[in-house]
Nanobody, 115 residues
Framework: QVQLVESGGGLVQAGGSLRLSCAAS????????MGWYRQAPGKQREMVAT???????TLTDSVKGRFTISRDNAKNTIDLQMNSLKPEDTAVYYC?????????WGQGTQVTVSS
């Protein structure tokens, strides 16, 4: 089994910054893409940012220029640096990783941006 543990969510004013971190642990013998997804109340879960083993990144249009995803392959961790936060970024953020040919999700961390 693989566990993903997120940290770093919270409440911030519009224009502020937060950094989310996710650490994978457990019996890992195959690693692929990792990323961050979010789900706002009443909406479907959406991809925010993904990063490959080779450190290629993909970001959804609404966060380009504001969010940065990074990865430490030696530690099996990813981070999401979120700057210039907007109220519409408010959501539960989930870490995702593909390990051992299976999809794993973290428990989610709340990000709330006040106007």
């Amino acid at each position: 089994q693989v566990q993903l543990v997120e940290s770093g969510g919270g409440l911030v004013q519009a224009g502020g910054s937060l950094r989310l971190s996710c650490a994978a642990s457990g019996s890992i013998f195959s690693i692929n893409d990792m990323g961050w997804y979010r789900q706002a109340p009443g909406k479907q879960r959406e991809m925010v940012a993904t990063i490959t083993l080779g450190l290629s990144t993909t970001l959804t249009d609404s966060v380009k220029g504001r969010f940065t995803i990074s990865r430490d392959n030696a530690k099996n961790t990813i981070d999401l640096q979120m700057n210039s936060l907007k109220p519409e970024d408010t959501a539960v953020y989930y870490c995702h990783g593909k390990f051992n040919f299976q999809d794993y999700w973290g428990q989610g961390t709340q990000v709330t941006v006040s106007s």
